[in-house]
């Protein structure tokens, strides 16, 4: 069993839906990171946090660490949100170490 | 300006070569990372180098060596490469180990 789990694995949604990544993890953690690949390839970091909620725009991103989970939620999804969306997490030295599986989201016109 | 850049971003080549991929960061972080993403598109971490030291090494081949000449630059050579060696390579840099990393836009090796 993978110390970083995501759930679902591949999601398809409508345009305008409201979308939730989870992820649940398994080790002490300094901090947790949500990262989108784009089909293109590229990797960018969208949130890096260790407690609460993060908002940047569309996009949420909230940690309890009492229950080791996070969720990344999107709101008003738009067809270029279509990416993988990637959960990773540091441990107690701060070093990102260990990676979920992913998310593969895709949103139709 | 690219802030992590990684060169080159496709690289084929044979097996037994020796190649090496380099990486650069403009951004003046103290930490740099070389991670490995499978044909299943998962994330491994390789190694990383804070201020020119080696501070992480998973359990890597001694095929591949990272080179650090200078806190911006993270090199990753591959000895004797092997079709398994295929994958995309990504360098990655912060600020340190604390903050959120910036990605370089990857390297895809294909050894045939």
């Known amino acids: 069993k993978n110390e970083v789990e995501q759930s679902p694995q591949n999601l398809t949604a409508q345009e305008g839906e409201f979308i939730t990544i989870n992820c649940s993890y398994s080790?002490?953690?300094?901090?947790l990171h949500w990262l989108q690949q784009h089909p293109g390839g590229g990797i960018v970091s969208l949130f890096m946090l260790s407690s609460g909620k993060k908002k940047h725009g569309r996009l949420i991103a909230t940690i309890n660490i009492q229950e080791k989970h996070s969720s990344l939620h999107i709101t008003a999804s738009h067809p270029r949100d279509s990416a993988v969306y990637i959960c990773?997490?540091?441990?107690?030295?701060?070093?990102?170490?260990?990676f979920g599986g992913g998310t593969r989201l895709m949103v139709k016109p | 300006d690219t802030a992590v850049s990684q060169t080159p971003k496709y690289l084929v080549t044979q097996m037994g070569n020796d190649k090496s991929i380099k990486c650069e960061q403009n951004?003046?972080?103290?930490?740099m990372y070389w991670y490995k993403q499978d044909s299943k598109k998962f994330l491994k971490i390789m190694f990383s180098?804070?201020?020119?030291?080696?501070?992480i090494n998973e359990t890597v081949p001694n095929r591949f060596s990272p080179k650090s000449p200078d806190k911006a630059h993270l090199n990753l050579h591959i000895n004797s490469l092997e079709l398994g060696d295929s994958a995309v390579y990504f360098c990655?840099?912060?600020?340190?180990?604390?903050?959120?990393?910036?990605f370089g836009q990857g390297t895809r090796l294909t050894v045939v």
């Open positions: 080790v002490g953690i300094s901090a």
């Open positions: 951004l003046g972080h103290d930490t």
């Open positions: 990655a840099s912060s600020r340190d180990s604390l903050l959120e990393a910036f």
């Open positions: 180098y804070n201020n020119k030291e080696l501070i």
């Open positions: 990773a997490v540091s441990d107690n030295a701060g070093n990102m170490l260990t």
